[in-house]
């Protein structure tokens, strides 16, 4: 590839770091026409929603065209509008509605797979000949007919599937109707670039870019992959290892970089699956790197027991210590050297309520603690649609009752061909399932929450006549209010923004405890957020090297404590307090 890549590109404007990300995931959040689907006039009609919230920027989960094999995250045509979502005209009122309140659009950009059904594929399988054969990855089989690796995909069965018209293989790393891109091949990386600058002109602000770690893939010197190591005697082996953060990757998005996004005035985020902060390191500096800021999932893989390689199927609780670490390395192993991104939540996770805190008793306090938990750290903070309101996970009485196609390849492969007990496959679903986080949007008491007038195309979570926006926003101590208040408070205090990160208490099984500071000597501006990851009462005693005397209550879940808030204070059940000290 071109050797002409500069080593040191222009570093951006970084407005994207004061910013807080609202996640849309559209086929949940608003319907107006009755098919049960969430469409782009329904975003529309629901701006004030985000404007009142206090967002800056919205991710839009995938829009375009698309057979939704896996919800949109396999597209058809990636330069129109899938006919259940709107018209290319619904879009642009959307985007110019956004626009008009000052809030920026982020759009999901889905390039290491395409759809089965996009024209490229559908030409790039009927002959080796064709221009577009080289868009995709093909591989004969094995001396023994076998498949070329023995690499798992990510919604079961083997990556590879047979083409009949070519004879060969064709690798797609999630669901056979998601063939995987050929990055290797310029002419698709051009067609990539492309189809930015086509949204980029059309005025949206930048893109979150879908397992973009994947795109470059690990060839042998003879143009073969290599099998995965054999962790799971007898089976399919974890693929994800193989084709996480490749040898070119880098090269590719730096490319993308000048290509494309230098050229506009863009916030980027790249999903990346197993990166480490080296990667995200050198993959978010600002001179030398691609992407404003990453998704890692170190974080979202300490409550699997196999961890980030086992999958995430088998839970277990999360110990505290764990995420402590696992945040304090990222916070400080990208301090001045890139940009982190915060998130608990999005559309592939179960509710951070549900998972991190208690969604029975104290859901509106520990839904608030983990607010107060992610938003005072270092970095960029996202809000998955529905976390504003606490809302939880569901339960689902039967597998018929899920959609997502994860759920239920694994369910059939669990029960069907590895003889697992169902009520146990269906207790993981509960747990970590995806529609979890996919079930419609919860906007008032009355029919279908005011999602639809329809059937909805994934049943609504039966709590939604006690969780829901109408509701919160009558009460000024719900959720919703604590979002909005936190969301205006970074605004108007950069410590939040800019401040450094240390870690207190790093032992501690139920107290997280960090200090932000902006400046240094007597100028010097420190916050202290303390969160409590449980429903007792651990007495909080601030260590003494952190010079202290007084504070200001800034924002917490409960009102202010009587007595020092300092030093030998109860903490109240999941109780979080964000304190501005004073020496
Ligand atoms: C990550 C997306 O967030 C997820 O929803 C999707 O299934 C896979 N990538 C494949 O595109």
Redesign the pocket.
Known sequence: MNQTVNQTLNPRHDWWKQSVVYQIYPRSFQDTNGDGIGDLPGITSRLDHLQQLGVDVVWLSPIYASPQD??G?DISDYRNVAPEFGTMADFDAMLAGMHARGIKLMMDL?V??SSDEHEWFRQARSSRDNPYHDHYIWRDPKPDGSPPTNWEA?FNGSVWEWNEPTGEYYLHM?SRK?PDLNWENPALRAEVYDVMRFWLDKGVDGFRM??INMISKPWNADGSLPDAPVVREGFLQPSFPMTCNGPRLLEFLREMREQVLDHYDTITVG?APLATITQGRELTNPETGALNMLFQFEHMDLDSVGGTVGGKWAFKPLDLRDLKATMTRWQEALAGQGWNSLYLS???QPRPVSRFGDDGRYRVESAKMLAIFLHGMQGTPYVYQGEELGMTNVAFPSIEDYQDI?SLNMYRVATEERGQDPAEVMASIYAKG?DNARTPMHWNAGANAGFTSGTPWLKLNPNFAQINAAQAAEDPDSVLHHYRRLIAMRRVHPVLVHGRYALLLPDHAQIYAYTRTLGTGDSAERWLIVCNFSGDGPVFDLPADVAASTCDWMLGNYPPCEGDALHGSPLRPWEARMLRLHA
């Open positions: 896996d919800n995250y889905v290491n797979h990510a999630f998601q879908d397992v999903e999005n559309h592939d994860e995806r």
